[in-house]
């Protein structure tokens, strides 16, 4: 903040002109706003870093847009022939820096220092989610120089929040109980339908009204289509959930039991279970994602699913498996043939899965 100021007295003292310091996420889009009334023959014109190098100019309302020497600003400028606003995508380092505005001679002169920040899901705009699942889509922003966060869904208002006060104002019924909100007004939407596919959009304004960030996402929800495996396994044996598939190293893969989250983790990495009646007795396989269950009981059948996540597409697919436990039959542990068909029955099954 101190460093701000500075800057803006010394702006002041050098030559009249305003100083402000925007800081955008890796994959967003920023609008610095001249926020200066137009004059139908005013000449508007953006330059940028040291070279002083033109980017973009309306003039009379014509409009004009400069890829920049070397071509760096090819398709990430846009210019607005009413305000004079310049938008720009800010998804290389190369377009970090100084950029300056001038109107008609010396009327208005203003100076925006950008700066990036890594990308944390603002990378990926495209998502494609499950029936069910969560998506999360970040708001770009990590300071409280951000009043309202304003989320858009298919360009209708969703659901604004108030950075200050925490307030949520929920403007679409249907997400209602179903969006949860963090600290700096990154979006959670829980329990995805089918019907949750679209475009969104967040738009935040900074408190002095000299820029704005954006985004949008593109999320695209399905249903899940393959079959539900049936798994039986006698009481009390071991039971492997195969799923057929090559992971990639790094997939991120998620096995839940009912609704409850089992284990999840990195494919290469470690995994963990923090359902207490699992304790050891869950395994992964790091090659397939393949999920071993020792000892078996009718407490832990029902439901699994597995959930990969590609990280670098953001794709994703789902198997499901309903596993049901057979009684042990008491007579097997007596007569040897048994056990050896229960055994049998074990292998038929890991080979149908
Ligand atoms: C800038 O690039 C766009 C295409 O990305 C092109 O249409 C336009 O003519 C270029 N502008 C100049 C001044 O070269
Ligand atoms: C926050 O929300 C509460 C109740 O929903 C309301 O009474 C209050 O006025 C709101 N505050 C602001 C600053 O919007
Ligand atoms: C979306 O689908 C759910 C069921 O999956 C349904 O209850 C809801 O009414 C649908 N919403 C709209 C707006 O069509
Ligand atoms: C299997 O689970 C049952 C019930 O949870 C338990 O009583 C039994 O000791 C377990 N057996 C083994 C070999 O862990």
């Not at 949750?196 to 985004?215: F, K, R």
Request: proline letters at 1%; glycine letters at 10%.
């Amino acid at each position: 903040m101190k460093t701000i100021s500075l800057l803006f007295i010394i702006s002041l003292f050098i030559n009249g002109a305003v100083t402000e310091s925007v800081t955008v996420n890796k994959g967003f889009s920023v609008t610095l706003h001249t926020n200066t009334v137009i004059q139908s023959n005013d000449v508007i014109e953006w330059r940028y870093g040291f070279k002083n190098e033109p980017l973009a100019k309306v003039d009379r309302g014509s409009i004009s847009v400069f890829n920049g020497s070397d071509w760096t600003f090819s398709d990430k400028l846009k210019i607005n022939s009413q305000t004079g606003d310049l938008t720009i995508i800010y998804d290389t380092f190369e377009v970090i820096g100084e950029y300056r505005l001038q109107i008609t001679g010396e009327k208005t002169r203003k100076t925006f220092v950008l700066s990036g920040r890594g990308g944390y899901g603002g990378d990926v705009t495209s998502l494609s989610e499950m029936e069910g699942d969560d998506v999360y889509l970040s708001s770009g922003s990590t300071t409280d120089n951000y009043d309202v966060i304003r989320w858009r869904f298919q360009n209708s208002p969703l659901v604004d929040f108030y950075t200050k006060t925490k307030n949520i104002s929920t403007h679409d019924e249907r997400f209602r109980d179903r969006l949860e909100l963090s600290f700096f007004g990154s979006l959670t939407i829980t329990n995805l339908r089918t019907n949750d596919s679209g475009l969104y959009e967040v738009i935040v304004d900074s408190n002095s009204g000299t820029h704005t960030i954006h985004q949008s996402y593109t999320v695209t929800v399905s249903g899940y289509t393959g079959e539900v495996k049936p798994v039986s396994v006698p009481e009390g044996d071991s039971v492997t959930l195969h799923t057929e598939d090559q992971i990639q190293m790094h997939d991120l893969l998620d096995w839940t039991f009912g609704k409850k989250d089992l284990i999840s983790g990195v494919s290469g990495g470690s995994y963990d279970t923090y359902i207490e009646r699992f304790y050891g007795r869950l395994q992964v396989d790091d090659q397939t994602g393949s999920l071993t269950i020792t000892n078996m009981t009718t407490e832990i059948s029902g439901l699994y699913q597995l959930k990969i996540r590609n990280r670098q597409s953001g794709k994703s697919f789902k198997k499901r498996f309903m596993v049901t436990v057979r009684a042990q039959d008491r007579s097997s542990h007596v007569s040897s043939g048994g056990s050896c068909v229960g055994v049998l029955l074990v292998f038929v099954w890991s080979q149908i899965i």
